[in-house]
């Protein structure tokens, strides 16, 4: 049986996670961008985009709606807000 975690990422917050297996991050709304320990590259992903995530420190930036999937899924999520700047 899949389980999942969906969140809202709006904007000015950073999303900071350890996942402790894979998963499958699916970009349902929005855009995000996303840098693993994991990963060579960053990533970013548009509505409707996925990618499968290693076990690892994860940082996402953005603006939409998330969705981890796995069949045992292992996440701690943080959020943090980051401080509005005018320009």
């Known amino acids: 049986m899949e389980r999942y975690l969906k969140l ?3 904007h000015h917050e950073l999303l900071l996670a350890r996942l402790g297996r894979d998963a499958q991050l699916c970009c ?3 855009q995000v961008w996303l840098a693993s320990n994991r990963h060579p590259q960053d990533v970013v992903l548009r509505a409707g985009e996925q990618y499968l995530l290693g076990a690892g420190q994860i940082l996402i930036e953005g603006q939409g709606e998330l969705r981890f999937c796995a069949d045992e899924l292992d996440i701690r999520p943080y959020f943090q807000t980051l401080p509005h700047r005018e320009q």
């Open 8 to 10: 809202q990422l709006e």
């Open 28 to 30: 349902d709304s929005g």
